[in-house]
């Protein structure tokens, strides 16, 4: 990416007369170059991007942009990672899926659409010319092309008196003090899951629930993540995909449907997408267990038995049916069996939490999963640490 901006310095003609790329920078190329790509609006932008990718004058072949944003996403991830930003989160690959930066590029370059409206999908389609009007409309379309832009140039060189905010690109990742963790997601995910959020939930994801440190019981998950406020439920199948949802409201356990409109459901590998709700149904979010006529387990759109993404109370099943897409939120099937089994399951609370939720989370096992508390009366064991505790003050 530095050779990418320094030769588009160089082609920027300021005379206003065609004329070949300059033998260096000058300070007004740099000046105007540097003002485009950071304050600029998508047209100015665009004519910068345009000379960073070639010095022709004219169109340029899709195969060159689509080769210019695995570029500027892989010089993200890197610049992160030099400089110690990435609040918590790694750069690991899943084993056995294509590189995170190869799929939140080939996202990115699927927002480009042809003149016509056309997308460009298809090896075929590389070939096509893309002029200036259409990667001004490219760089409108995906915001995150001028982000990533953005934060290259002013994390990448250090500029100084630099006001950019990486909490909002990029949330702080917490996890109970002590705790050894590795997530599902990579910085570049969870780079493309949070620009979905609410822009009040970007800054900071809590871990609610994970079946690596809380074990693998659907108990325990109604437990940790019950009343814990908005959150994004992600999950890897045993055959790598990986795939979740963002719950816009907390969960409650009850045999009724809830949620809102700004729930949506999202794939992470083998491809990035996000699916927002159609205004078909209400089917947004369902969590029921303990009951013997309706099913038991989490679920997030279409309808029961046949949902989006289901989560079944017999703990590490699932299901995800779609034919051809889920009624609620216009998804595919998400998993890579439309029955799947899986070994992770996270769960993260985005955004701040409420002083409720801290005060939950800082209850009892025995408080949040009533069959641990069950079984320890059944057995005729007392619970030691009930006289130990101090008084809860009432509630208002």
Not at 1 to 8: E, F, I
Not at 53 to 67: C, F, H, L, N, Y
Request: aromatic residues 8%; negative net charge; glycine residues 10%.
């Amino acid at each position: 990416m530095v050779t990418r901006l320094y030769d588009g310095m160089r082609r920027v003609n300021l005379t206003g007369t065609a004329m070949g790329p300059s033998e260096g920078v000058s300070q007004k190329q740099f000046t105007v170059s540097m003002s485009h790509l950071l304050k600029g609006n998508s047209e100015e932008k665009s004519l910068v991007i345009l000379k960073m990718i070639s010095a022709t004058e004219g169109p340029v072949k899709a195969r060159e942009i689509e080769k210019f944003t695995e570029d500027l996403v892989g010089s993200v991830a890197h610049v992160l990672e030099h400089r110690q930003e990435l609040r918590g989160w790694t750069q690991k690959k899943g084993p056995g899926s294509p590189p995170r930066v190869q799929v939140l590029a080939a996202q990115l370059f699927s927002e480009m659409k042809l003149p016509g409206g056309e997308k460009l999908l298809g090896p075929q389609r590389l070939d096509c010319d893309c002029d200036r009007a259409t990667i001004e409309d490219w760089v409108f379309r995906a915001p995150h092309v001028a982000t990533f832009l953005s934060v290259v140039i002013h994390r990448g060189f250090l500029l100084l008196g630099s006001s950019l905010d990486l909490s909002a690109l990029l949330p702080e990742r917490q996890v109970d003090q002590g705790r050894e963790f590795e997530s599902v997601l990579d910085v570049l995910s969870v780079i493309y899951v949070n620009s979905h959020l609410p822009r009040e939930r970007r800054h900071r994801w809590r871990l609610l629930f994970s079946s690596e440190l809380h074990g693998h019981s659907f108990a325990q998950l109604c437990g940790h993540i019950t009343h814990g406020g908005p959150c994004v439920v992600l999950l890897q199948d045993h055959d790598g995909h990986v795939f979740g949802g963002f719950a816009s409201c907390s969960w409650e356990v009850k045999p009724q449907f809830q949620g809102d409109d700004k729930c949506f459901l999202f794939s992470i590998s083998p491809s990035m997408a996000v699916y927002t709700c159609t205004g078909y149904n209400d089917h947004y979010m369902y969590l029921n267990h303990g009951q013997q006529t309706i099913p038991n387990g989490l679920g997030m759109g279409g309808q029961h038995d046949y949902f989006g993404l289901w989560i079944d109370v017999d703990f590490g099943k699932g299901h995800s049916k779609a034919k051809p897409t889920c009624t609620t939120y216009n998804s595919p099937q998400l998993s890579a069996k439309e029955n799947f089994r899986f070994e992770k399951l996270e769960v993260w609370a985005v955004g701040d939490a409420s002083e409720s939720q801290l005060a939950k989370s800082s209850r009892s096992i025995l408080d949040v999963d009533p069959e641990a508390q069950a079984l320890l009366e059944i057995t005729g064991r007392s619970r030691q640490s009930q006289g130990l505790r101090e008084v809860p003050e009432d509630d208002d």
